[in-house]
């Protein structure tokens, strides 16, 4: 048997990791085996870590008791098929383990891509289970395979989170704040809202309102310590992307009836979790944002492909805006997981990107700059 490797998380102690080796069963009939070339580690991962058990994210790629492998997006080549509708060496799309491998049971296919109907996803949302054929007539031109891994993703729960708050006609708020403002998903959703007439205001720590203010996407750019400055008789959306329960219920507790919308989408401030019942606090009820349910509305209104299109013209102008602000570093898998990881844990630098490419992806980059 061959062997491959898991980069795995203590469910307990998203602090705590191992890098395990293990043997990779035999193909059987109809399935797939993915090598996988390269993905992204972003907060967004530490939040499917915090949010494992409430939305199912240990489900997708099961492992040892005790243990869970955290989903990241990445772009893998088919290693073996037993799959006629599957060619060898082919490049897909999706969602992936910190591993070496995986293996699939692709259903749906079609000439952009497939669904995985391994049995351990059938009872998770059908969004993550789609795998997209890497090719530049399907959207992904080689130059931006890390803008691919890194931002898509995010951008993509930006660009629905946007689409829900026009589809609410903004629950007729004057402003909307954003916490974690320095973070990939809300200065993307920033870029999309500022299409709107809504006041739009980044919610940060003071060590990054430096860069915050230099995207200069937001209205106004104020700390934490400063949320009890703001005009507290405005209504108010608050997009929660931090997660920190102390925050949450300062802005709370400041806007009351006027918070006419409270929306959780991520928990970058993943250790901050302690604080009052957000059940319990005055203004709207905080709710958390599931973007698979929107997409699936709009792709019912709106039908895939114009919903695609919509989203493509949008990620093309983001692209041009972030390359701006942001740097892209590769490294090394299996080798640096842990170390990336680590400042995801501690808190990124906002004005870099991490994208972990396997030794014959880092090779084959290297060969091509040199030629």
């Known amino acids: 048997m061959t062997t491959t490797f898991n980069f795995i998380v203590n469910k307990s102690n998203l602090a705590e990791t191992e890098l395990e080796t293990v043997e990779l069963p035999n193909l059987q009939q109809g399935e797939v085996l993915f090598e996988i070339n390269r993905f992204a580690l972003t907060s967004n991962n530490v939040t499917y870590g915090v949010a494992g058990d409430m939305l199912g994210y240990w489900k997708f790629f099961p492992c040892k008791e005790g243990w869970g492998r955290i989903p990241v997006w990445g772009i893998a080549k088919v290693k073996s098929s037993k799959c006629e509708d599957i060619v060898n060496d082919t490049l897909y799309y999706g969602y992936f383990p910190m591993s070496e491998h995986l293996i699939v049971s692709p259903t ?91 006041k739009v205001i980044g919610l940060t720590s003071e060590s990054n309102r430096e860069f915050v203010n230099s995207l200069g996407i937001y209205d106004q750019v104020i700390s934490y310590e400063e949320i009890e400055s703001l005009d507290k008789n405005l209504k108010t959306v608050y997009i ?127 060969i091509t700059r040199e030629s």
Not at 111 to 139: I, M
Not at 148 to 171: E, G, V
Not at 252 to 267: A, M, R, Y
Not at 268 to 294: C, I, V, Y
């Open 108 to 198: 749906k296919i079609g000439k952009h891509g497939f669904s995985d109907a391994a049995e351990c996803r059938q009872s998770l949302s059908p969004v993550y289970n789609q795998y997209s054929l890497v090719t530049e007539q399907n959207g992904f031109h080689p130059s931006q395979y890390n803008h691919q891994i890194i931002y898509r993703p995010l951008f993509t729960t930006s660009f629905i989170l946007d689409d829900l708050m026009m589809d609410h006609n903004y629950f007729g708020a004057d402003q909307i704040i954003l916490s974690s403002a320095s973070s990939k998903t809300a200065f993307g959703t920033a870029f999309q809202l500022s299409n709107s007439d809504k």
């Open 240 to 366: 929660d992307m931090s997660g920190n329960r102390a925050v949450l219920g300062t802005v709370h507790h400041h806007f009351e009836d006027n918070l006419v919308n409270s929306c959780g989408v991520g928990i970058t401030h993943w250790d901050a979790l302690d604080g009052e019942d957000p059940k319990s606090l005055p203004g709207a009820r905080p709710t958390m944002f599931f973007a698979p349910t929107q997409i699936q509305k709009r792709s019912s209104e709106w039908g895939p492909e114009a919903l695609q299109a919509k989203l493509a013209l949008a990620w093309n102008k983001f692209v041009s805006f972030v390359d701006n602000h942001v740097q892209l570093e590769e490294s090394k898998a299996p080798e640096t997981i842990g170390d990336i990881y680590k400042i995801m844990i501690e808190g990124p630098s906002p004005n870099k990107g991490y994208a972990l490419l396997s030794a014959n992806e880092m090779s084959t980059n290297e």
